[in-house]
């Protein structure tokens, strides 16, 4: 701080040091930027969290495309949205790979581009999940071609984003890495953003589980009964949640001042761990790893399903439960398995 004011004009030179502190804490509060209190052993903390909780997310990521693939799961819609969302986690968490030195600026605005361009796509991209399924539920089964206007959406909003704040300089020292360089475009553009979308995720979730409990007790199997796959669908909104809570609260304190080191740290740990807690909830179902099992034994996977349901009113509940559809060829049913 002393070292940013030293530099002022003469007429400054007889301002009290205490004030000159208070003008240059007040400046970083305007911008939102709480780097400027952070000591070098901090910094380095922060980078070597932030780059191990990028390599094990997009691990993460990596197993949940990987299996999607083994596994032969290529014809179903719902499924290839969820590769496609672990696809997006894993560009956000290379962005997050990109350390540079916050006086750089060049490197930093080319850093804070990218942030802003690939971090907002998967939480539009729960947007585009929340609303197939909703209107698979309600209306019928949509096409492989929606997801040309779910990929415009999810893409489009955040490369015109990102390169109107490029025109406008808006990209530099933001906390802990470089991103928007004021705080009122990291609330506008992407964190009220990111709670409308949770908001959308929840309503749609609400409808959806409402609707199969209907089916559920239309053919009296109890009204209080969910699948596995409809519960671990719930999760997802919940998990976006969880990763963001920090960074809303760290970016909400820079409205009043500096965020305290461990609120920084873990805005950046979560945020960064969306890829691999999305990995979780994929893999919470027993029967991946079942038919993975199977697969590289070199037998055939189980066709048995941890459902509690049985005959006709299964096979239509699981045609549109996600992950659930109609096999072209074949006719039959394929069991949801997200």
Known sequence: KYEIVSGADEEMSGVPIVL???????????????????THGQREALNAMVVTV??????????????????GRVRQLALKLVVILAI??????AVGLIIVDPKRDAACKVAGYFAALFEPVPILWTTCISFH???????????????????IYAMGIPLIVSA???INEGYGLAGGSCWYRKLWPRLALFYIPLWIALLFNVICYFFISREVSKFLKGHQMGSGKQTGSLVRLKLYPMAMAFCWIFGTIDRVWNLFGTSPYAIIFLHYMFSQSQGLVNALVYGMDPQIFTELRARMCG?????????????KATDELQSFLPGGHEDEETGEVVKATL
């Open 88 to 93: 997006a986690d894993a560009m956000a968490n």
């Open 20 to 38: 000159l502190e208070t003008l240059a804490a007040s400046n970083n509060t305007n911008n939102g930027t709480t780097v400027d209190h952070l």
């Open 133 to 151: 399924l909703t209107w698979t539920v309600f209306k019928g089964k949509r096409t492989e071609k929606s997801l040309i206007g779910y990929g």
């Open 54 to 71: 990028c390599i094990i997310s997009i691990l993460g990521c990596a197993f949940v495309v990987t299996s999607f693939f083994i596994l």
């Open 164 to 166: 109107l704040m490029w």
């Open 299 to 311: 037998g055939e996977a189980s066709t048995s399903d941890e459902s509690e349901f049985s005959g």
